[in-house]
């Protein structure tokens, strides 16, 4: 190296501008021996140590008073251990050097990221604590090919980028570095020179925990350990089991009396969990929980996907979380934001100073309605990216299941958007085929690498086939919420019960396209806010009326074919509308018994009966499963299904949506004999006026909705019963 380069070398390296470190730090080879060269600023003496016998080897000259150090070993022309004695401030100290190092990225690890097919990404990059050579530190990679020079800066160096540039991988465009000596629990970013020459400091795309907001830092630490398959989990979300969803939002569902201030992942496992376990429910749903920086976004706008937020404790408490919902019985379910991310400087937005996660041009890349940015599905590493952390949650948390956010924001480019805001696809379409292709592997690796997780599908339009497999033309995903349904019923439900039966089809719509797909029913916090009000408050009629049309509603959605899903305060009426700054309203529960303990305890009850009885869930998806028996008495606002497990044992349901008591109703039965109400929303139990039919009613040889048997019975007013037959003959 000429003395002129090596000045300009040294100058791009103190400003921090060179690209390409390892071809001048480190040991090199040349015709007057070993040379070494260290940049280390504000040293005042460098000694080379032979690491084998701890000799001094040699003694580094300072070329540059700002900390560029160089000597020949001449003696020296085999390569060899070594550390750097350094005189910092008068103090010494013995560290190993970055750049003795070789290449970090195996071969095939490189193909794999470039060619988009690496399963598991987060294994390679990232920050990952290992030993090398004897030596213990931190292996940090990251993705960022327009960048000039990427620098790690933390805790362990000042936070000053000039100390340890990377080593681009050009066949790859990942950049990597092994610091010795950068511990678990220590914070990092990376510093880049972006493809503009402007500095961008950006958290670590593959973080695996972070700083509390506002805090942007990532934090060095190791891979939880891989989740050992359970059995009895990978049957539960399946299609004939009984799935009963209590969804969460961790941050609200209750907080600290005295300060508001949040539960911890800790605490919530000792008073959350057992409530949803008592609660009768099977799974727990959880709001995004990925890091975030905005509260009022609820998690919906993740800005790190492979970190629980800090705002609850560490990711091993969020661990410790799941193991104890999973020890009580309960399956756990992820929501899951594939579909976009925020801006914020320290994200993914521009990453290397060009659109790398995202798309460049807004009418792809820019979601209007939440003024966040869309991931470019069609690049390799960024489906790599989002793939790989559905695999993460699974493998090394055990999450049961992958709620997915906006389904439709993701498959279709004019979602949205006016005509001329949107770019058709390569046939002149609207879907976005790069996202559809996306959804589709994902939903197969899930499939083949973690057998019993599932994915649910927050999907609004009329797509074909989302919870069919790629090879009909669907998406892979195992259900969809049906948010048809969802609309419809609460449509119907807010009616003054006079006008109800002129909108009879609003409860029955939901049947003729119930097989299209595999429904969840959704009662989620997207219908308690923004001025929607509450479940309870959107109920017609006086405070009486209200809770009985809530619990009427209640006992026809958990006997309607689908799984169910309840949002965190509906299970005990909440009157006003969810507010994520604070605690649900447990003081409704707080003093004698009332209305509210009335619906939690009917919501209880209605878990604990459907999980008991299979012709409430396990022909869900299949006709044999459901039968009208009273369809069409608009007059009466009433409604008898019949639902029907496999061996044919059934189930009568019948709802009455009207405060008019319905005496010696009629109805045809397949099935004569005696039958027991084993539900009844207007017992006194859930503060109902107790009308019924003393508990039981036999059947009578009488034919009537052409069939040869028929009951009679009480229909109470604004009411839900459901009945099972205990006898075949009423003696």
């Known amino acids: 190296m000429s003395v002129r380069a090596q000045k300009e070398v040294i100058e791009a390296l103190i400003a ?34 032979e690491s084998k016998t701890g000799r001094k080897a040699g003694k580094l000259e300072c070329l540059d ?9 001449p003696r020296r022309k085999t390569p060899f251990r070594y550390q750097l004695a350094v005189l910092w401030h008068g103090q010494q100290n013995l560290i190993d050097d970055p750049y003795r190092f070789g290449t970090l990225l195996p071969e095939l690890d490189s193909w794999l990221l470039t060619e988009g097919t690496h399963l598991r990404p987060w294994e390679t990059l990232g920050a990952h604590p290992t030993t090398l050579d004897g030596v213990s530190g931190t292996r940090f990679a990251v993705w960022a090919p327009n960048a000039r020079r990427v620098s790690v800066v933390g805790q362990f160096n000042y936070w000053d980028g000039r100390r340890h540039p990377m080593r681009l991988r050009r066949e790859s465009g990942i950049w990597e570095l092994f610091i010795p000596g950068a511990w678990p629990g220590q914070l990092y970013k990376f510093e880049l020179i972006d493809v503009n020459g402007e500095l961008r400091i950006k958290a670590d795309p593959y973080a695996f925990e972070a700083q509390m907001r506002p805090d942007t830092a990532s934090m060095i630490c190791g891979l939880p350990d891989k989740v050992a398959p359970n059995p009895a989990r990978q049957r539960a979300s399946q299609l004939d089991a009984p799935v009963s969803i209590y969804e969460v939002h961790l941050g609200s569902w209750r907080r600290h009396t005295d300060n508001n201030f949040w539960l911890s992942y800790r605490e919530l496992a000792e008073q959350l969990i057992p409530y949803v376990k ?40 969020f661990r410790d979380f799941i193991n104890a919902a999973h020890a009580a019985g309960l399956s756990v379910i992820l929501d899951w934001v594939p579909g976009h991310f925020p801006s914020d400087d320290f994200g993914l937005a521009r990453f290397d100073g060009t659109a790398l996660y995202e798309h460049s041009d807004p009418r792809q890349g820019f979601h209007q309605d939440w003024n966040t940015l869309i991931y470019n599905y069609g690049r390799n590493e960024v489906r790599n990216y989002l793939i790989g952390n559905a695999l993460y949650w699974s493998e090394r948390f055990g999450i049961d299941a992958l709620r997915v956010d906006a389904v ?23 879907e976005n085929l790069e996202a559809i292709a996306f959804l589709r592997e994902t939903n197969r690796i899930l499939g083949e690498q973690t057998h019993g997780t599932v994915t649910m599908a927050e999907e609004s339009t009329d797509f074909v086939g989302v919870s069919r497999p790629p090879s009909m033309g669907g998406l892979g995903f195992w259900f969809k919420w049906n948010l048809g349904w969802m609309h419809d019923t609460l449509d119907y439900m807010k009616l003054d019960p006079v006008y109800r039966q002129y909108h009879h089809d609003k409860m029955t719509f939901g049947m003729l396209y119930n097989y ?59 009157g006003r509308e969810w507010n994520h700054d604070i605690s649900l309203d447990w003081h409704l529960l707080e003093g004698g018994d009332n209305w509210h303990h009335g619906v939690q305890r009917l919501v209880r009850d209605l878990n604990t009966a459907y999980r008991r009885h299979r012709a409430l869930y396990q022909l869900d998806f299949d006709p044999y499963g459901f039968e009208w028996l009273v369809v069409e008495d608009k007059a009466n606002s009433v409604f008898v299904f019949v639902r029907r497990d496999a061996e044919g044992n059934e189930i009568i349901v019948a709802s009455n949506f009207t405060p008019v008591p319905r005496y010696a109703y009629r109805f045809g039965v397949n099935q004569p004999g005696r039958w027991r109400e084993i539900i009844n929303t207007d017992s006194f139990h859930y503060h109902g006026s107790n009308a019924g039919n003393s508990g039981r009613v036999c059947s009578e040889a009488v034919a009537s909705h052409g069939r040869e048997h028929s ?11 459901w009945l099972v037959r205990e006898e075949e003959t009423c003696i």
């Open 711 to 721: 009951l009679s019975i009480t229909l109470p007013p604004l009411s839900t019963l």
């Open 16 to 49: 921090g501008h060179f690209a390409d470190p390892f071809s001048v730090l480190g040991m090199h080879k040349t015709a007057s021996g070993l040379e070494v060269r260290a940049l280390l600023p504000d040293a005042t003496e460098v000694w080379v140590i």
């Open 408 to 430: 439709a924001s993701m498959i279709y480019r004019d979602y949205s958007r006016e005509q001329g805001d949107w770019v058709a696809n390569a046939n002149g379409g609207r």
């Open 278 to 317: 008592e609660m009768g429910f099977t799974h727990l749903e959880l709001l995004p929980i990925s890091e975030h920086p905005f509260d009022g976004s609820w998690g919906y706008q993740p800005l790190g996907l492979y970190a629980p937020t800090r705002r609850f404790g560490t990711r091993d408490d």
């Open 65 to 73: 008073s700002r900390g560029f150090f160089s000597a020949v070993l």
């Open 516 to 574: 299209s797909e595999n429904f969840v029913l959704p009662l989620s916090h997207d219908e308690v806010v923004y001025g929607k009000k509450s479940l309870l408050d959107r109920m017609p009629g006086d405070a009486w009326q209200k809770f009985a049309n809530l619990r009427a509603y209640y006992g026809w959605m958990w006997a309607f074919p689908g799984k169910k899903l309840l949002f965190m305060g509906n299970e005990f009426a909440q």
